[in-house]
């Protein structure tokens, strides 16, 4: 059973804060590391892929960074905004296996 | 929309009724997957699909789960005698396995929540 760990559990910030929150994965046969938002009442959407150890994707206001060695990747969202309210979820894939694993998610409320 | 579709979005059942959900995946992708998420999870793998082939199933799946994708598009996912612990939400992904990029970034539908009372 691999162990995928993301912290906060949740999380309320005022709008135009910056936050962050941490997945934790184990560090060895690592393959891909998927972020998806999942917003109430809709699909979950991915966010990024991140395959590389150092890895540093950005989308907008968003972004993330990997440590494959560690086994940790940071979800960074800057300037907060209500429509970022949402779960964010990460997911982990070992080398060799199709399914991924997903950790139980950060729930992030933006107050206006 | 071309994107993955679940229906029904909601499902309250009477313990001991079967139900039957059903996925219309991306129409290119040629892998399916389903999760289960209950409060307070993140979702958890259940089965998959490569076309028409049931390749993986998760020890979650008990005989009461049965998951079919007969021509190798939809598939459905059958619980038989409903139990209270089957409350959850049933999420539905798909993948191409030889798309761009193809590090098996899977899209999800918008669930099916099942209560069973």
């Known amino acids: 059973i691999l162990n995928v760990e993301q912290s906060p559990q949740s999380l309320h910030v005022q709008e135009g804060d910056s936050t962050n929150f941490t ?3 184990p560090s060895s046969n690592f393959y891909a590391l998927h972020w998806y938002r999942w917003e109430t009442a809709k699909s979950p ?6 395959t590389l150890n150092g890895d540093e994707k950005k989308k907008g206001r968003i972004s993330a960074t990997l440590n494959t060695k560690e086994g940790y990747s940071y979800l960074y969202i800057k300037g907060s905004q209500p429509e970022d309210s949402a779960t964010y979820l990460c ?8 399914k991924v694993t997903f950790g139980t998610g950060t729930k992030l409320q933006v107050i206006p | 929309d071309t994107g993955v579709s679940q ?3 909601h499902k309250i059942t009477k313990r001991g009724q079967n139900v039957t959900f059903r996925c ?8 399916l997957y389903w999760y289960r998420q209950t409060l307070g999870q993140g979702p958890e793998f259940l089965t998959y699909f ?3 082939a049931q390749l993986e199933k998760s ?3 008990s005989d009461r789960f049965s998951a079919e994708r007969p021509k190798g598009s939809f598939s459905t996912l059958e619980i038989q005698r409903t139990e209270q612990g089957d409350s959850a939400m049933y999420l539905c992904a798909s993948s191409n396995i030889r798309g761009p990029g193809s590090y098996n970034e899977q899209f999800f539908g918008p669930g099916t929540r099942l209560t069973v009372l």
């Open chain 2, 50 to 52: 490569q076309n028409e």
């Open chain 2, 59 to 61: 020890r979650l799946l």
């Open chain 1, 45 to 50: 959407e991915a966010l990024f892929v991140m």
């Open chain 1, 23 to 25: 997945c934790s994965f």
């Open chain 2, 7 to 9: 229906d029904p979005r």
């Open chain 2, 24 to 31: 219309d995946p991306i129409s290119e992708h040629n892998r």
């Open chain 1, 91 to 98: 997911a982990f894939r070992s080398g060799g296996y199709q």
